[in-house]
C-alpha cells in the first residue's frame, strides 16, 4: 500500500485480516483528511459557524462583540491534528500492519524502493492522493496552499486565493468570518463548477457582503514580495497588495515521483487510469482515492468505499465497483449541498424530471434560526415518481442531503415518507414536504 490516508488505510485494515500488509508513507500517518483536509477544515468552520449564527440573533438576545481570536481557533485546531499522525500509527501497529516512513517508487511491477530498501509484493495498492496546482509564473515561490492556511499562526489583515473551488470558498469563509479582508481571483465567471450556477450565485452574493471581493476573468501574472507584503500582478494590468496568497486551483494526482512507467502503469492529466475493478494497466496493482483518473468526486468516503473494494477484490470478490449515491458539501456559511441526478441535467430533461423550487427560509426550520435564504430543490423522476436529485443552500444542508440521499438509495415514496414518526422540531420532520 503507498500512502496512508483514507483510502489506503481502509484498503489496509481490511486486507490485514486475511494478508500480510505493508504500508508505506512519506508524510503524516493519516493523509489529507484528518491532518489538513476535511476535518482541520470542518473543525475551524464549526467555530466560525457559531459566531456567524450567533451575529443573526443579535436583536433577539445575544449580547457582546463576536469576534474570533485567530490563535485560540488555531489551538483548538491542534488539539485535534497533533495526535492524528501518532494515533494512526498505534492503530496500525495494534492491528499488526507493517509501515515504513519514507517516499515509494517503483522499481518494476512487484517491487517498491523506499530509501536504499526495496520491497516486493504480490499485489500494490496505489492510494497517494493529490496535491495542490500551481500556476507557473514569476514569483510563484511565494504562494502558499491549504495546508499552510490551515496551519497559519496569525491571520493578516488582507489575503487572496487563486481558484474558486472547493478549497478557496471554504477558506475564504473561515477567513472573512474571522475578520480578514479576503480577495478571490479567478480566471473565468464562475465558482464551484460541480454545483448548480443559479445556486453558487447565492454564495457569491453571501460573501460580497462579508468582505469578499471576487476577481472575475482574472489571471495572476506575476508575483513580487515587498517586505512583508506580495504585491499581485493581475492580467498584467491590476495589481493587489496582501499579506498571503493562497493556490486553489485543483489538485492535481499525486503520482510525480512514482516511477509509474516501470510497473507498466498508465495515466492521464486527472490520475492513474484503472478498469472497472480499479485494476491498472499492471493487472496487480490497483489505485483508489483522489489518485485515480474517475468521473465520482474525488472525497474522502470515496476514497474509503474504494480502498475497502479492492480489499475485497484481492481477496477474491470478483464484480466490478458499483458506487452509491455520493452526496458532496461545500461548508460555506451556510452550506451547499448536492445529491443524485443534477439539475442541470434535470432541466434539460423536462420530460423525465419534474423539478420542485423552494425558498423554505419562512419554514420553521429555517424561520427559527433566521435563515431567510435558505432554498431546497427536488428533482422528482416524472415515470416512477420517486426522487432523483436534489440541491440544499441551507444550515446544516449536509445533514438534509444525507437523508435525501437515503430517500433515493432507498427508493422511498411520499407516501412511505408519512408512515414515518420523525422528531419535531427537526430537519429530518420536513422530509415529506420536499415532494
Ligand atoms: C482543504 C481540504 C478540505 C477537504 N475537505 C473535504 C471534506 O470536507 N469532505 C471530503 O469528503 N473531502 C474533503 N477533502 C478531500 C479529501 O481530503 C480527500 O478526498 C481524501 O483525503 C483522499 O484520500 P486519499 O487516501 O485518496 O489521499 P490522501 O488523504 O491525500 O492520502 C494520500 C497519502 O499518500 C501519501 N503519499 C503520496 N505520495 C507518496 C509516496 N510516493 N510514497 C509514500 N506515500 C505517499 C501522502 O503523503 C498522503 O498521506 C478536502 C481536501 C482538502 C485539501
Ligand atoms: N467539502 C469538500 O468536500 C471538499 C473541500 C475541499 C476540497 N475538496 C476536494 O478537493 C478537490 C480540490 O479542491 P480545489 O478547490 O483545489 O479544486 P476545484 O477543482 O474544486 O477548483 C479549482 C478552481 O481553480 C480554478 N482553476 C483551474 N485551473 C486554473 C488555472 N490554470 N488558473 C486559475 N484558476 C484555475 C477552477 O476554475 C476552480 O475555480 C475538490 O475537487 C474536492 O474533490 C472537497
Not at 61 to 68: C, F, M, Q, Y
Not at 112 to 137: K, L
Not at 401 to 413: D, G, R
Request: charged share 20%.
Amino acid at each position: 500500500m503507498i500512502g496512508a490516508g483514507p483510502g489506503g488505510l481502509a484498503a489496509a485494515f481490511k486486507l490485514s485480516e486475511e494478508q500480510k500488509v505493508l504500508v508505506i508513507e512519506k508524510n503524516l500517518w493519516g493523509g489529507t483528511c484528518p491532518n489538513y483536509g476535511c476535518d482541520p477544515k470542518k473543525l475551524l468552520y464549526g467555530v466560525i459557524e457559531s459566531k456567524r449564527q450567533a451575529a443573526l440573533f443579535t436583536r433577539d438576545g445575544v449580547n457582546g462583540d463576536l469576534n474570533i481570536d485567530w490563535k485560540a481557533l488555531m489551538a483548538f485546531k491542534k488539539s485535534y491534528t497533533d495526535s492524528i499522525p501518532e494515533g494512526t500509527e498505534q492503530g496500525l501497529e495494534q492491528a499488526q500492519i507493517a509501515h515504513v516512513h519514507g517516499a515509494a517508487n517503483f522499481i518494476d511491477s512487484h517491487t517498491i524502493q523506499v530509501g536504499a530498501v526495496n520491497y516486493r509484493a504480490e499485489n500494490i495498492i496505489i492510494a497517494t492522493g493529490a496535491s495542490p496546482a500551481y500556476p507557473d509564473i514569476p514569483g510563484k515561490k511565494y504562494l502558499q496552499n491549504s495546508n499552510d492556511f490551515l496551519a497559519m499562526e496569525n491571520l493578516p489583515p488582507e489575503i487572496a486565493f487563486i481558484g474558486s473551488g472547493y478549497v478557496s470558498i471554504e477558506l475564504a469563509n473561515i477567513a472573512a468570518q474571522a475578520g480578514a479582508k479576503v480577495h478571490i481571483i479567478q480566471h473565468n465567471k464562475r465558482i464551484l463548477r460541480s454545483f448548480p450556477e443559479e445556486y453558487a450565485k447565492k454564495i457569491v452574493s453571501a460573501f460580497a457582503s462579508e468582505n469578499v471581493t471576487f476577481h472575475w476573468d482574472s489571471t495572476v501574472t506575476k508575483i513580487v514580495k515587498k517586505e512583508q507584503q506580495l504585491e499581485v500582478k493581475i492580467n498584467d494590468k491590476e495589481k493587489l497588495t496582501v499579506q498571503k496568497l493562497f493556490t486553489a486551483m485543483g489538485r492535481p494526482a499525486a503520482i510525480e515521483k512514482l516511477a509509474l512507467e516501470k510497473a507498466g502503469i498508465h495515466n492521464s492529466k486527472s490520475g492513474i487510469e484503472v478498469d472497472d475493478h480499479l485494476r491498472t494497466a499492471a493487472a496487480n496493482i490497483y489505485a483508489v482515492g483522489d489518485v485515480v483518473d474517475k468521473k465520482v468526486p474525488k472525497l474522502t468516503p470515496v476514497a474509503g468505499f474504494e480502498g475497502a473494494y479492492v480489499a475485497d477484490t484481492i481477496l477474491g470478490s470478483t464484480a466490478p465497483i458499483s458506487y452509491p449515491m455520493i452526496p458532496h458539501t461545500v461548508f460555506a456559511g451556510p452550506e451547499l449541498s448536492q445529491v443524485g441526478v443534477s439539475l442541470r441535467w434535470a432541466k434539460a430533461h423536462p420530460d423525465d424530471y419534474k423539478i420542485n423550487e423552494q425558498d423554505v427560509g419562512s419554514w420553521y426550520t429555517y424561520l427559527r434560526i433566521r435563515d431567510t435564504n435558505a432554498r431546497v430543490t427536488t428533482i422528482i423522476d416524472k415515470r416512477s415518481q420517486l426522487l432523483a436529485g436534489a440541491v440544499v443552500y441551507a444550515t446544516a444542508a449536509e445533514e438534509l442531503i444525507n437523508y435525501l440521499s437515503a430517500v433515493i438509495t432507498e427508493k422511498l415514496p411520499a407516501a412511505e415518507l408519512s408512515q414515518r414518526i420523525p422528531v419535531y422540531p427537526s430537519v429530518a420532520s420536513d422530509l415529506k414536504y420536499f415532494f
